[in-house]
């Protein structure tokens, strides 16, 4: 283990004044201003991307990892979502030479087949149909990510199909589902409708498939053929598991009608006859339900309603204890209707010769059983794909008032976000293709902090995109302009330090594994695993944990799911065996995560120590980090600190420039909460303030160096001081720069 120190300076004797500025004192927070969003200046990482993307052939799956060139490869990126997904050439290039200088390797284009206008590109006519001229506005955005060394991963659309007029004569029933809306030129079809009805993944198949045989000639290649193109997801944000599951069975009395003779037909072969049936269910179990009270197995019109809450251990031992046996089946059946379909979508993606990654959907299935259904269902097709958020507006009022979750995941090891970890499963790479805090949340910076160094790094993640609908190729010039917003300074803004530190691999993956082992076909019994599984789900944020492994383990050691050949029991986790000084050390010796005292929601830190990356992230006023190449002291209440090796190939110990990157909070000029900073007041305007960071900087290695400021976009500014081998005093709002470059002399 590597020895480390964080001590209070108080501790010490020194006394130091807080520069923590609250919205209404915002006087000495600086404004930021990019006049050059695409000039690579010092920080740009546009040599650090192998372009064009696809040189070396495809991103392939082996084990547990992604592969590029015979080399593990990690995958950091965004997403540009409906229209969005087929700018201007003008824009195209302008995003893509954004991106590259910030190190974004990879971009999810999702959306784009969701509608017309603002919605994506399609005609207007058909779901599976394309608009030629968005089309060749989309070859072209995707032509000038590949030059510049930036992979893509085609995400199609929200959701099912949106059935527009065409349609219609593939899925004669989809007026039960409404009428066509005008603003939209389409039937908008329940959630979970695409898994009962091999009418509707037809069309959803045939979008997919008149794209991959598309050719693009800007690329000279179909999509198919690109190896730019590394992974197409079958579909986003559904899974038949969920508690929308119904919704379809409601709405359409002819699915229904045909999804119950087929779940009967089911029964029947697994209980014979009706006798066979009421034997294993009991009488109770049919009619119980408001869609389905003529339930026959003989006239087969058993209906596979159900949704999470019936699917819970405690559910199912406890107030639907005597319907247990008909809601395992219909979990069963409804899987296997998942199953089917996936293989489907695979099966026709394959025969137009696409031969690089298919991930399965990014969605959950409440907690328990039906949650370890669907991620099972998942890996049977390839990478896990995960989405989740923190922070923003909540959806309740108190009077009158939307409350603002403005806490910081910092506060406890392993939640929000990260938690998603707990869905790792072995041997597949993992993947967090939404992600965000939303606005107004003020501690955006710790996202991709935590995510890089935690996610990335220790638990071996291999993707990560962060969720915004656009950016205008460069740094957002207010807060809120929507509430999922990758480019605005505060996140963006630490990609030259975390992307170096992501595509480098400076942080180590955790040799010490603890597996939550599940038995798949168990899970269609009751059982199949022996600890308790909690999923708490806001709307799009949510936290996992259980009883034997909790969220905390995240932060220790690299934690994953295994799907066994026969039950084995999960071994308890025991934390204390990580706790150093008050916090948890990770099993590596690189990371350490010191938690808010109890009921604080605004508190906690974490620190890198590793050979191209130390850094001291969140609320450490008075903290002094003591790492292998530098001490750091903050002075501030909060703030991301990160000293970087610049090159790609160097190491903090010999590199001859290090970048320093220090960030806090970002507020928009007149930006107000109420003293508790749970209701927004004020949204405020342009331009951004940035929150001073002060800071103390102790080089290790005894040489002569100068530090210089950079502007906002990178660039050399002005000399800050000459320092004859010992520590320098920053305050970015002295400079008003969050960039410093050392060099040795």
């Known amino acids: 283990m590597m020895k480390r120190f964080h001590t209070s300076l108080a501790l010490v004797g020194l006394v130091l004044a807080c520069s923590f500025a609250s919205g209404e004192e915002s006087g000495s927070w600086y404004p930021f201003y990019s006049t050059a969003p695409t000039d690579p200046g010092v920080i740009g990482m546009n040599d650090w991307l192998d372009a064009p993307a696809g040189r070396l052939g495809r991103i392939e799956r082996v084990g547990g990892e992604l592969v590029y060139g015979g080399k593990p490869i990690k995958i950091w990126g965004l997403n540009n979502?409906?229209?969005?997904?087929?700018?201007s050439n003008e824009m195209a290039r302008k995003r893509a030479a954004f991106y590259a200088k910030y190190g974004v390797n990879s971009v999810r284009l999702h959306k784009y087949g969701d509608g017309t206008g603002w919605a994506g590109i399609l005609n207007g006519r058909s779901f599976s149909e394309f608009d030629p001229e968005g089309l060749d506005r989309m070859d072209y955005f995707i032509n000038e990510l590949k030059q510049k060394g930036i992979f893509v991963k085609l995400s199609a659309s929200f959701g099912p199909p949106r059935l527009m007029p065409e349609d219609l004569k593939t899925v004669p029933f989809a007026e039960e589902f409404g009428s066509i809306d005008e603003?939209?030129?389409?039937?908008?079809?329940?959630?979970?409708?695409?898994?009962?009805?091999?009418?509707?993944?037809?069309?959803?198949?045939?979008?997919?498939?008149?794209?991959?045989?598309?050719?693009?000639?800007?690329?000279?290649?179909?999509?198919?053929?690109?190896?730019?193109?590394?992974?197409?997801?079958?579909?986003?944000?559904?899974?038949?598991?969920?508690?929308?599951?119904?919704?379809?069975?409601?709405?359409?009395?002819?699915?229904?009608?045909?999804?119950?003779?087929?779940?009967?037909?089911?029964?029947?072969?697994?209980?014979?006859?009706?006798?066979?049936?009421?034997?294993?269910?009991?009488?109770?179990?049919?009619?119980?339900?408001?869609?389905?009270?003529?339930?026959?197995?003989?006239?087969?019109?058993?209906?596979?309603?159900?949704?999470?809450?019936?699917?819970?251990?405690?559910?199912?031992?406890?107030?639907?204890?005597?319907?247990?046996?008909?809601?395992?089946?219909?979990?069963?059946?409804?899987?296997?209707?998942?199953?089917?379909?996936?293989?489907?979508?695979?099966?026709?993606?394959?025969?137009?010769?696409?031969?690089?990654?298919?991930?399965?959907?990014?969605?959950?299935?409440?907690?328990?059983?039906?949650?370890f259904a669907n991620l099972w269902t998942d890996a049977l097709i390839g990478t896990i794909d995960?989405?989740?958020?923190?922070?923003?507006?909540?959806?309740?009022?108190?009077?009158?008032?939307?409350?603002?979750?403005?806490?910081?995941?910092?506060?406890?090891?392993?939640?929000?976000?990260?938690?998603?970890?707990?869905?790792?499963?072995?041997?597949?790479?993992?993947?967090?293709?939404?992600?965000?805090?939303?606005?107004?949340?003020?501690?955006?910076?710790?996202?991709?902090?935590?995510?890089?160094?935690?996610?990335?790094?220790?638990?071996?993640?291999?993707?990560?995109?962060?969720?915004?609908?656009?950016?205008?190729?460069?740094?957002?010039?207010v807060l809120g302009g929507h509430n999922w917003d990758v480019s605005v300074p505060q996140v963006m803004g630490t990609f030259p330090a975390i992307s170096r530190q992501v595509l480098r691999g400076d942080i180590e993956l955790s040799s010490e594994v603890v597996t939550l082992n599940v038995h798949a076909p168990s899970l269609f019994k009751g059982s199949g695993f022996d600890f308790v599984d909690q999923v708490d789900q806001g709307y799009d944020d949510k936290v996992l944990q259980t009883d034997k492994v909790g969220p905390a383990a995240l932060a220790a050691?690299?934690?994953?799911?295994?799907?066994?050949?026969?039950?084995?029991?999960?071994?308890?986790?025991?934390?204390?065996r990580f706790l150093r000084d008050g916090g948890i050390e990770s099993s590596t010796g690189e990371l350490f995560w010191k938690e808010a005292s109890t009921g604080i929601t605004q508190g906690g830190y974490f620190t890198i120590d590793t050979p191209g990356t130390q850094a001291l992230v969140g609320f450490a006023e008075g903290v002094q980090f003591d790492g292998s190449h530098a001490t750091i002291r903050l002075k501030s209440r909060y703030g991301a600190v990160y000293l970087t090796a610049l090159d790609k190939d160097e190491v903090l110990a010999g590199a001859k420039r290090i970048l320093v990157t220090a960030f806090a909070r970002a507020r928009n000029t007149g930006q107000a909460f109420d003293p508790q900073e749970t209701v927004l007041l004020e949204a405020g305007e342009g331009p951004v303030l940035m929150e001073p960071v002060e800071l103390t900087i102790s080089i290790k290695r005894g040489q002569p160096f100068k530090v210089l400021a950079l502007d906002h976009d990178g660039r050399i500014d002005q000399q800050v001081a000459t320092v004859d081998g010992g520590s320098v005093f920053l305050d970015t709002g002295k400079w008003k720069t969050p960039y410093f470059v050392i060099e040795f002399q």
């Open 557 to 576: 050691a690299r934690v994953e799911v295994a799907f066994t050949d026969k039950p084995e029991s999960t071994r308890q986790f025991k934390l204390e």
């Open 386 to 477: 995960r989405h989740n958020y923190f922070g923003g507006l909540q959806r309740k009022k108190v009077n009158g008032q939307r409350l603002v979750n403005n806490g910081s995941m910092l506060a406890r090891a392993g939640s929000g976000m990260l938690s998603s970890g707990m869905q790792q499963v072995a041997d597949l790479p993992f993947m967090l293709s939404e992600w965000i805090h939303v606005w107004p949340n003020d501690w955006g910076v710790e996202g991709p902090a935590i995510i890089g160094a935690y996610g990335m790094g220790l638990q071996g993640w291999d993707v990560s995109y962060m969720f915004q609908n656009y950016d205008n190729g460069e740094f957002s010039p």
């Open 81 to 87: 979502t409906f229209k969005e997904t087929a700018p």
């Open 183 to 371: 603003g939209r030129g389409s039937i908008t079809v329940p959630h979970s409708a695409i898994f009962y009805s091999p009418e509707i993944q037809d069309i959803h198949i045939r979008q997919t498939i008149n794209l991959l045989n598309h050719h693009n000639p800007y690329t000279g290649m179909t999509y198919a053929e690109d190896p730019a193109i590394w992974d197409v997801e079958i579909i986003n944000e559904q899974s038949v598991l969920f508690f929308t599951s119904p919704n379809a069975l409601k709405e359409s009395p002819t699915l229904r009608k045909s999804v119950a003779k087929r779940f009967s037909a089911w029964l029947e072969q697994r209980y014979g006859d009706e006798k066979g049936l009421l034997a294993a269910w009991g009488k109770q179990s049919l009619n119980c339900f408001e869609i389905a009270r003529d339930e026959s197995l003989e006239a087969g019109t058993i209906v596979p309603f159900g949704n999470p809450y019936y699917w819970n251990a405690k559910t199912l031992d406890g107030p639907e204890s005597m319907r247990r046996q008909r809601h395992l089946d219909t979990m069963e059946f409804l899987t296997g209707l998942q199953v089917k379909f996936y293989n489907r979508f695979v099966d026709a993606v394959r025969e137009t010769g696409y031969t690089g990654e298919i991930s399965g959907s990014n969605w959950q299935a409440g907690s328990s059983f039906s949650h």
